[in-house]
């Protein structure tokens, strides 16, 4: 595709004895941006011999000029983010603002004066991804984002081209840290949620207000990303049902490790038709996407992802089962991914190309009552004769079949540690109503999906 308005940009400088550089603005310096800065100034040389692409850093757009940046030049700075989008000097522009406004307005321009765009900005994405992305198309520019989703880890790139062709049935992925450190700390050290939170604030892995992590906001735009990207689907944070960590306990954390399992906050995007034998691929996609607290076996991959790390398990009709796995989230990590597409989109723009874009279709979203997993269940029950028989009732009359069953006696009453077949989420709920509205049950407490050892009733 001819790229529009190319012509408006100025040419490349060109450097004694090789190519153009290639002439780059980065817009906001944080964490990421921070990082990314120091490379290009520091690496250029060592990119270049790399890479077969100089990059040479023309501006840097903050939202404070007068702020001390050491090491930055300051005839690099600006307060000017607009002003230095539309510079005849810039050939492809950063975006590490984060948020949606006004990265979106930013990053519109970009592509509308025929400028390439690399960002991290999994917000603005997971709002205006689809649209965006075919702005980019349009005008024949890339719109790249490795470092949108899972930081460091090659996600992005392998999912787009790696797998291009593959019949993707499940992306699982923990692409949170922060919940992840929790979790690990809750079930390594057997602290409360609470002190293993207040563990990572000190590390520096939490924020003060650490909702965006722990209730899962953070989770639910990765997941649509990954969801827009692996079923060619225009999916918004928004579709993303969540439920975050903050109810976990650490009793369902025991419960689980002795059942041989671990508990983790997966984002899961799945395909529920048109792959698998349920169906063609030129239906209208109907897919699941969600994020919550799960318990997986000890034996799954994803299980054995540890602290602040990410990982990404994906399944595919003809690729089986494969797992990317790194560092989610930091400074430099985080450049790392913004770096490769960096490097890309400035060869792409010598050539005259751009990564590849399938058009996006708006997914039907699998309703969450008709979603199928295992469940376990911690019940409180009265301890006389005749509890178990009522309890195991109403799994019976809502159609939900029970796997296992342990009793831990607590006095004079008794906790009850289900765990079912799979089962309809809508039987489950209904079952769990009227757990709860039985005279012998004292307290449901922990509720858990058991994901990866899937195995109808
Ligand atoms: N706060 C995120 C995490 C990193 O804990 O993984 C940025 O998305």
């Not at 300051?74 to 590490?96: N, Y």
């Not at 984060?98 to 400028?115: C, F, T």
């Not at 899961?268 to 997986?296: F, Q």
């Not at 006095?411 to 540690?417: H, K, N, P, V, Y």
Request: proline share 5%; glycine share 10%.
């Amino acid at each position: 595709m001819a790229r529009k308005d190319a012509d408006q940009v100025a040419a490349p400088a060109r450097l004694d004895g090789e190519e153009a550089a290639v002439r780059v603005a980065v817009l906001g310096c944080g964490n990421v941006g921070g990082a990314l800065v120091a490379t290009l100034l520091s690496d250029s040389d060592a990119i270049a011999q790399r890479s077969g692409v100089r990059l040479e850093l023309v501006g840097v757009a903050v939202g404070d000029p007068a702020r001390p940046r050491p090491g930055v030049p300051a005839a690099l700075i600006t307060g000017d983010a607009k002003g230095l989008v539309s510079d005849p000097r810039v050939d492809v522009v950063v975006e590490l603002i984060g948020g949606v406004d006004p990265a979106r307005g930013l990053v519109e321009s970009a592509l509308a004066a025929g400028k390439p765009v690399v960002t991290a900005n999994k917000e603005l994405l997971a709002a205006h991804g689809s649209a965006l992305a075919e702005a980019a198309a349009s005008v024949g520019l890339d719109l790249l984002y490795e470092a949108a989703v899972a930081g460091a880890i090659p996600l992005i790139r392998p999912l787009r081209e790696s797998l291009a062709g593959e019949p993707i049935r499940r992306v699982m992925g923990i692409v949170n840290g922060t919940t992840n450190y929790i979790l690990t700390t809750m079930s390594e050290e057997g602290v409360s949620y609470t002190q293993a939170l207040a563990e990572a604030q000190r590390l520096g892995l939490a924020e003060r207000d650490p909702s965006a992590d722990v209730d899962g906001h953070d989770a639910a735009a990765k997941a649509a990303i990954l969801a827009a990207l692996a079923f060619h689907c225009d999916v918004v944070a928004d579709d993303v049902p969540r439920e975050g960590i903050a109810t976990v306990a650490p009793v369902d954390i025991s419960f689980a490790a002795r059942l041989g399992y671990v508990v983790k906050l997966l984002a899961v995007v799945e395909r529920t038709n048109g792959t698998g034998g349920k169906g063609t691929d030129t239906e209208v996609p109907e897919i699941s996407v969600r994020v919550h607290p799960a318990m997986l076996p000890r034996t799954h991959p994803l299980a054995a992802v540890r602290g602040a790390f990410n990982a990404v398990f994906v399944e595919g009709d003809n690729a089986g089962e494969l797992m990317l796995y790194g560092l989610g989230a930091g400074g430099r990590p985080t450049a790392s991914a913004v770096l490769g597409d960096l490097i890309d989109a400035a060869h792409h723009l010598r050539s005259g190309s751009s990564a590849r874009f399938v058009p996006r279709v708006r997914p039907r979203i699998r309703p969450t009552d008709d979603l199928r997993c295992a469940w376990y269940m911690n019940i409180d029950v009265v301890d006389r004769p005749g509890v178990l028989a009522a309890v195991a009732q109403l799994f019976g009359d809502n159609g939900v079949s029970i796997r296992s069953m342990e009793q831990v006696g607590l006095g004079d009453e008794a906790r009850l540690i289900f765990l079912t077949h799979v089962a309809r989420e809508g039987d489950v709920q209904r079952t769990l109503s009227g757990l709860r509205g039985l005279e012998v049950v004292d307290h449901v407490g922990g509720v858990l999906r058991v994901m990866g050892d899937e195995e109808e009733a």
